[in-house]
């Protein structure tokens, strides 16, 4: 069973920094053999992709909505998943969710291809 715990997320202001983390509680799985990214969902809209990351590190995938400004990171040690969000925007606003691809999988860039998901953590963009 696969725990995903996100942290982070809250109420900062547009042109504005925020890291979200996300941690990984597993019995019987290895951490650094799975693929691993985030997605969001905005109010009234419906779950989208944002950016993952390949099971090795390698591979960073990013939305175009986010890329150049959203950096996706990862700590096979730690069990971590990080999501660095520079230059926000209010149309970033969301709940932001990390989540889990397959073992030895293609990174998680749709729905279909999600292990696990965690509860999410909530970020809020003012302008």
């Known amino acids: 069973q696969v725990q995903l715990v996100e942290s982070g997320g809250g109420l900062v202001q547009a042109g504005d920094s925020l890291r979200l983390s996300c941690s990984c509680a597993?019995?019987?799985?290895?951490?650094?053999?799975?693929?691993t990214g985030w997605f969001r969902q905005a109010p009234g809209k419906e779950r989208e992709f944002v950016a993952a990351?390949?099971?090795?590190?390698?591979?960073?995938y990013y939305a175009d909505s986010v890329k150049g400004r959203f950096t996706i990171s990862r700590d096979n040690a730690k069990k971590m998943v990080y999501l660095q969000m520079n230059s926000l925007k209010p149309e970033d606003t969301a709940v932001y969710y990390c989540?889990?691809?397959?073992?030895?999988?293609?990174?998680?860039?749709?729905?279909?291809?999600?292990?696990?998901w965690g509860k999410g953590t909530a970020v809020t963009i003012s302008s």
């Open positions: 597993a019995s019987g799985v290895t951490f650094r053999t799975y693929p």
């Open positions: 990351i390949g099971w090795s590190g390698n591979d960073p």
């Open positions: 989540v889990m691809g397959r073992q030895y999988g293609s990174i998680p860039t749709s729905g279909g291809l999600v292990r696990s």
